[in-house]
């Protein structure tokens, strides 16, 4: 009867295992709750990293799109400048329209 009585004394006393086991508890929330933190923490900066590489190759298509629409930008100016001289004109006009002046001499080539 007497074990029994120093038992109950070292655990009301709050005998030394029985501390380390609580603070061994506590340890491993810490842990855990450290382990879970990092891991968020790691997904946050995977998925903003995935956002920035989407954005980077956006960036990089509306710059080709951009580069395109500048070089169809210049070859319109050069038509309208091309446009503003008689003798394209007269070219174009012989070509694309089959005009002739009143003096000019027409072979036809029949195949």
């Known amino acids: 009867m007497g074990l029994g009585k120093t038992k109950e004394k070292q655990l009301q006393a709050g005998f030394p295992r029985q501390r380390r086991e609580n603070s061994f508890n506590m340890y491993r929330l810490f842990s855990y709750a450290g382990i879970f933190l990092i891991c968020c923490l790691l997904l946050v900066v995977g998925a903003q990293h995935l956002r920035q590489r989407k954005a980077e190759q956006e960036l990089l298509e509306y710059e080709a799109r951009i580069e395109q629409l500048e070089q169809r930008r210049q070859a319109a100016e050069k038509e309208i400048e091309r446009l ?11 070509n694309r329209l089959g005009l002739v002046k009143p003096d000019d001499t ?5 195949d």
């Open 84 to 94: 503003h001289d008689l003798d394209y004109i007269e070219i174009q006009a012989r």
């Open 106 to 110: 027409i072979f036809q080539i029949e």
